[in-house]
């Protein structure tokens, strides 16, 4: 009796199984990398620190915005996703034309890279932001305009360009325009006059006595003289008028569209008030007064000098008169 052989089972499975379980395998090998991807990518988003966003002109619709919206903006991206307003309204009144104005010029340009204003964040704070934007580029003109851009929270930038600026133009004792400003801006105020044949007053302040004042009572209560007689002028001038300290104890002033009658109250007033300060030190008590030089522009002059030679030689003049009093020239 022939016994039957065992059976061998297949150590291998037929050529088509084996296809569709590495087709299965290259499928799942590719899902793992694309939810690699995605999760790399939307890591990256979250530690950028920039709004990155996406607009449809047309429909007025913002298609994405980044992770980031909500922490600059300090408002739900949801909300700015149903409704275009949402930015709008976040937008610092005195900055919304020229925030809608930049973004329509993208139209015109294909990029604005320039683009700064300011926000309301949602906790009160207004914040500056730099908010590039770009057309994308469509060969067919038929379909939809989106509009690209990133926007960063560049307040810290402003804070420090305003600090800056404050130094180069403030005098550090006194908190008024340094020399340099103060020249500079009485420039543009004289050409602005000339131009516009509009009245222009100059008017230059000298302490009387001042040396005595630091010998006999130290340089640390002349400083505050020169803070307290700086804090008077800047009280007493009209807004729009210039003040600054532009020498030791020498400070000047501009008044734009101020007639010499009017100028001359001014000065008077502000001799008055100087007048009244009252500067203690060990127990002795002590005032101070000036000397003031005032003129006004004429047709003659074709520079600001003219106008400043003339209100030294006036204020040279006051000092020579007894001090404490204002010369017009």
């Given at each position: 009796?022939?016994?039957?052989?065992?059976?061998?089972?297949?150590?291998?499975?037929?050529?088509?199984?084996?296809?569709?379980?590495?087709?299965?395998?290259?499928?799942?090998?590719?899902?793992?990398?694309?939810?690699?991807?995605?999760?790399?990518?939307?890591?990256?988003?979250?530690?950028?620190?920039?709004?990155?966003?996406?607009?449809?002109?047309?429909?007025?619709?913002?298609?994405?915005?980044?992770?980031?919206?909500?922490?600059?903006?300090?408002?739900?991206?949801?909300?700015?996703?149903?409704?275009?307003?949402?930015?709008?309204?976040?937008?610092?009144?005195?900055?919304?034309?020229?925030?809608?104005?930049?973004?329509?010029?993208?139209?015109?340009?294909?990029?604005?890279?320039?683009?700064?204003?300011?926000?309301?964040?949602?906790?009160?704070?207004?914040?500056?932001?730099?908010?590039?934007?770009?057309?994308?580029?469509?060969?067919?003109?038929?379909?939809?305009?989106?509009?690209?851009?990133?926007?960063?929270?560049?307040?810290?930038?402003?804070?420090?360009?305003?600090?800056?600026?404050?130094?180069?133009?403030?005098?550090?004792?006194?908190?008024?325009?340094?020399?340099?400003?103060?020249?500079?801006?009485?420039?543009?105020?004289?050409?602005?006059?000339?131009?516009?044949?509009?009245?222009?007053?100059?008017?230059?302040?000298?302490?009387?006595?001042?040396?005595?004042?630091?010998?006999?009572?130290?340089?640390?209560?002349?400083?505050?003289?020169?803070?307290?007689?700086?804090?008077?002028?800047?009280?007493?001038?009209?807004?729009?008028?210039?003040?600054?300290?532009?020498?030791?104890?020498?400070?000047?002033?501009?008044?734009?569209?101020?007639?010499?009658?009017?100028?001359?109250?001014?000065?008077?007033?502000?001799?008055?008030?100087?007048?009244?300060?009252?500067?203690?030190?060990?127990?002795?008590?002590?005032?101070?007064?000036?000397?003031?030089?005032?003129?006004?522009?004429?047709?003659?002059?074709?520079?600001?000098?003219s106008l400043f030679a003339r209100a030294d030689a006036a204020m040279y003049q006051a000092k020579r008169q007894?001090?404490?009093?204002?010369?017009?020239?």
């Amino acid at each position: 009796m022939v016994k039957n052989k065992p059976t061998t089972l297949a150590c291998n499975p037929p050529p088509e199984a084996a296809q569709t379980l590495l087709a299965l395998m290259h499928a799942q090998g590719e899902v793992a990398r694309l939810s690699e991807r995605e999760q790399l990518f939307s890591s990256l988003l979250d530690s950028v620190n920039a709004v990155l966003w996406a607009f449809d002109w047309e429909s007025r619709q913002v298609l994405y915005v980044s992770p980031a919206y909500e922490r600059i903006f300090g408002r739900p991206a949801g909300l700015l996703l149903a409704d275009f307003n949402e930015w709008r309204d976040s937008i610092y009144p005195d900055d919304l034309d020229y925030a809608e104005r930049s973004l329509a010029e993208v139209l015109v340009k294909g990029a604005v890279e320039d683009r700064e204003y300011r926000i309301i964040a949602a906790d009160g704070q207004v914040r500056w932001i730099s908010d590039k934007c770009f057309i994308n580029q469509q060969s067919d003109p038929d379909q939809r305009v989106i509009i690209v851009g990133m926007a960063e929270d560049i307040t810290e930038k402003k804070q420090l360009e305003g600090e800056l600026q404050r130094l180069a133009t403030t005098d550090v004792l006194t908190q008024s325009s340094n020399r340099r400003h103060f020249f500079e801006c009485a420039q543009h105020a004289f050409e602005t006059a000339r131009l516009q044949q509009t009245p222009l007053a100059f008017l230059l302040l000298d302490i009387d006595d001042f040396k005595q004042i630091n010998d006999t009572y130290g340089h640390q209560e002349g400083d505050y003289v020169l803070q307290r007689i700086a804090d008077t002028g800047k009280a007493v001038l009209r807004r729009g008028d210039q003040f600054g300290r532009i020498g030791g104890e020498e400070f000047a002033a501009v008044f734009p569209g101020c007639t010499p009658e009017i100028a001359q109250q001014i000065a008077e007033r502000l001799q008055r008030e100087i007048q009244r300060l009252s500067f203690s030190h060990e127990d002795k008590v002590f005032g101070v007064t000036v000397s003031q030089g005032l003129t006004g522009i004429t047709e003659d002059d074709e520079s600001l000098d003219s106008l400043f030679a003339r209100a030294d030689a006036a204020m040279y003049q006051a000092k020579r008169q007894g001090k404490n009093q204002i010369v017009r020239g």
